[in-house]
T-cell receptor, first 111, second 115 residues
Framework: RKEVEQDPGPFNVPEGATVAFNCTYS??????FFWYRQDCRKEPKLLMS???SGNEDGRFTAQLNRASQYISLLIRDSKLSDSATYLC????????????FGTGTRLTIIP | SAVISQKPSRDICQRGTSLTIQCQVD?????MFWYRQQPGQSLTLIAT?????????ESGFVIDKFPISRPNLTFSTLTVSNMSPEDSSIYLC????????????FGPGTRLTVT
């Protein structure tokens, strides 16, 4: 089983719709979780950290389910500029600075 | 977050040659990381570079192929040695965010093509 697994998509979603991605991780000792966004031919950029209590940043909501070992990202009222690849990232060994990246979910917002 | 620059932004190199990639950060950081992103793939950690000590390499990566320097707290280099077409990739450096939450921030990457 991969350390971090994501549905690669692509997700093609009409503008204004709500879209959700899930990501599963294999190491129950994982401590830190993130969603990154990567635009074509650009570096990954931190979108948001994911906290145990769940957290929201504008149209974006991230949630963590430790029992089932998955994290989710919800995007409401999607914009054309949300088109990108979304990377699920996990700090798998807790207390260690190394990050493990999922393969990414490709999202395209359609006008 | 830190501002990170990389040089060169891209290069086309011949098989058997070596390329050194530079990573400069606008603030002092303890740890710097080097990643590779092959076409259509996600990021794979090559090594972790601490100032004043040898870099720590991940499984599948060796110092002879990817020597790393970390002369001070704002700079690091990664050399891709004796290149082959399989080394064609994007190479990215990153630094920790410094909040204790283990998030990392990335440089713009170096796009390497080996012919």
């Amino acid at each position: 089983r991969k350390e971090v697994e994501q549905d690669p998509g692509p997700f093609n979603v009409p503008e204004g719709a709500t879209v959700a991605f899930n990501c599963t991780y294999s190491n129950s000792a994982s401590q830190s979780f993130f969603w990154y966004r990567q635009d074509c031919r650009k570096e990954p950029k931190l979108l948001m950290s994911v906290y145990s209590s769940g957290n929201e940043d504008g149209r974006f909501t991230a949630q963590l389910n430790r029992a089932s070992q998955y994290i989710s990202l919800l995007i409401r009222d999607s914009k054309l500029s949300d088109s990108a690849t979304y990377l699920c990232v996990v700090n798998p060994r807790g207390g260690n600075e190394k990050l493990t990246f999922g393969t990414g979910t490709r999202l395209t917002i359609i006008p | 977050s830190a501002v990170i620059s990389q040089k060169p932004s891209r290069d086309i190199c011949q098989r058997g040659t070596s390329l050194t990639i530079q990573c400069q950060v606008d603030s002092q950081v303890t740890m710097m990381f080097w990643y590779r992103q092959q076409p259509g793939q996600s990021l794979t950690l090559i090594a972790t570079a601490n100032q004043g000590s040898e870099a720590t390499y991940e499984s599948g990566f060796v110092i002879d192929k990817f020597p790393i320097s970390r002369p001070n707290l704002t700079f690091s280099t990664l050399t891709v040695s004796n290149m082959s077409p399989e080394d064609s990739s994007i190479y990215l450096c990153s630094v920790e965010g410094g909040t204790g939450g283990y998030e990392q921030y990335f440089g713009p990457g170096t796009r390497l093509t080996v012919t």
